[in-house]
């Protein structure tokens, strides 16, 4: 089968969609597939990352979004589309929501080749950095601002703003993010529990749950010690540095933990736009002893990193599935994070670890501490993390996508052969871009 995927974010951009993505094609070459990948322009140096046998990358030119210059706004190029579609695919999968998805959409339905949508991330994600608080500078002057009064306004800022009930970008995305997603044959879910987020939110199409995965091959961990006397407790984030993954929750609730915990460290691992506001706060906090940020490291050495850690720490809220998150309870490593979105599905309260509320730092403290002060409780949820990740193999993941591509090119989903929906003999197809 021939597949064009449209995506807004590929390698060597490193986020859990261009991992995901770059993995599931590989490993679906490896089974006679071929693929070619339209996505955003890096630099002449950098394009070729992420492709190899079987698959072919086209590049679209981009800007940059002012708020997060890493994310690459691609511009309308109708000579790659047709570039792309020439190919004659059977399949045509978009990986975004986002303008690349958009002209993904276009394409399919131009070219009368059927559509697969995974949806990837929620948009509370894309609608915080179009949000007025971002827009109108408002959260560099929450910087500026010191002591509690920074802390109390930054967190209720970041509450208005991810909600998709009181925020107009976040209502006007999912607005069209949903009409997007209707018009593939079917959607995939990393998880269930993502699933259900998206029947609530108005998606009409069929939706199959297909997990991320992980290479095992790569990510094999054993049960971890508990940290003891000679061992102090080592606290570890991983993932991108940007705002709405609420990294300076984690510092706030590091500091109520070395209250307890004096000798405790917390390692930072990654890179985004929020990581020198990071290193500011870390350093009003007085941390600078014992956090210590390492900035980007390449994904080939983390499957040695995690296990020198005795528990992982996240306060994000807007996780489809959390491939660091993954690869942390692979590694047999404990977790603390926050009931929201597919967090539940990996971080099982009272079994691997706990869930705290959103931006509650106090609640996020008390359960890591609660965990490695426990030597019997240690060792239990370990061994669970380790049982709960190996259901996660990416090999399996990539049978099921490979039934879905299948049964989606061979009209299975359409109307009359399953779930209602818009895509109706006769419609018209839509102009580029089609909102």
């Not at 199409?205 to 971890?224: A, C, I, K, M, Y």
């Not at 670890?353 to 509650?360: E, I, N, S, V």
């Not at 929906?421 to 018209?428: D, I, M, R």
């Amino acid at each position: 089968m021939k597949i064009v995927v449209f995506t807004d974010t590929y390698l060597p951009k490193i986020d859990g969609v261009g991992i995901s993505t770059e993995q599931f094609c590989r490993l679906l070459v490896e089974k006679g597939h071929e693929f070619i990948i339209c996505a955003p322009e890096y630099g002449p140096d950098l394009d070729a990352a992420g492709i190899g046998p079987g698959m072919r990358g086209i590049r679209f030119p981009n800007r940059p979004l002012p708020s997060y210059p890493e994310v690459k706004v691609a511009g309308l190029s109708l000579r790659r589309i047709r570039e792309a579609m020439s190919w004659k695919p059977d399949l045509v999968h978009i990986q975004t929501p986002g303008l690349m998805g958009q002209y993904g959409i276009a394409a399919a339905r131009l070219y009368s080749v059927p559509v697969v949508g995974t949806y990837h991330t929620m948009v509370n994600e894309v609608g915080m950095y179009i949000s007025p608080y971002r827009l109108l500078k408002l959260d560099r002057l929450v910087e500026k601002v010191k002591g509690t009064f920074s802390r109390e306004l930054s967190t209720e800022l970041r509450k208005a703003e991810k909600s998709p009930r009181k925020s107009l970008s976040n209502r006007i995305i999912l607005r069209i993010t949903n009409e997007l997603y209707n018009r593939c044959e079917v959607v995939i879910s990393p998880t269930e529990l993502i699933a259900n987020e998206l029947r609530g939110a108005g998606v009409r199409r069929p939706l199959e749950v297909v997990s991320n995965g992980l290479d095992f091959t790569q990510f094999h961990g054993e049960e971890l010690m508990p940290p003891d006397e000679g061992d102090p407790p080592r606290y570890l984030h991983v993932g991108r540095l940007s705002f709405e993954k609420n990294v300076d929750i984690v510092l706030w609730a590091f500091v109520r933990i070395l209250r307890d915990q004096p000798r405790a460290t917390l390692d930072v691992v990654g890179d985004g736009p929020a990581l020198e506001s990071l290193r500011a706060e870390a350093q009003r906090l007085g941390l600078t002893e014992s956090v210590r940020f390492h900035g980007f490291v390449d994904r080939a050495t983390l499957p040695g990193v995690y296990p020198r850690y005795h528990c992982f720490l996240t306060a994000s809220t807007m996780e489809t599935q959390g491939l660091v998150v993954l690869e942390a309870l692979a590694s047999g490593l404990p977790a603390v994070g926050v009931d929201a979105y597919a967090l539940p599905e990996l971080i099982r309260h009272g079994e691997n670890g706990y869930l705290a509320r959103p931006f509650d730092d106090e609640a996020i403290a008390r359960w890591a501490l609660d965990i490695t002060s426990d030597a019997e409780r240690y060792r239990s949820f370990s061994r669970r993390s380790l049982e709960l990740a190996a259901g996660h193999d990416v090999h399996h993941s990539a049978t099921l996508l490979e039934s879905i591509y299948n049964r989606a090119a061979a009209g299975d989903f359409r109307p009359g052969r399953g779930q209602p929906g818009p895509n109706l003999p006769g419609e018209e197809p839509p102009e580029f871009p089609i909102f």
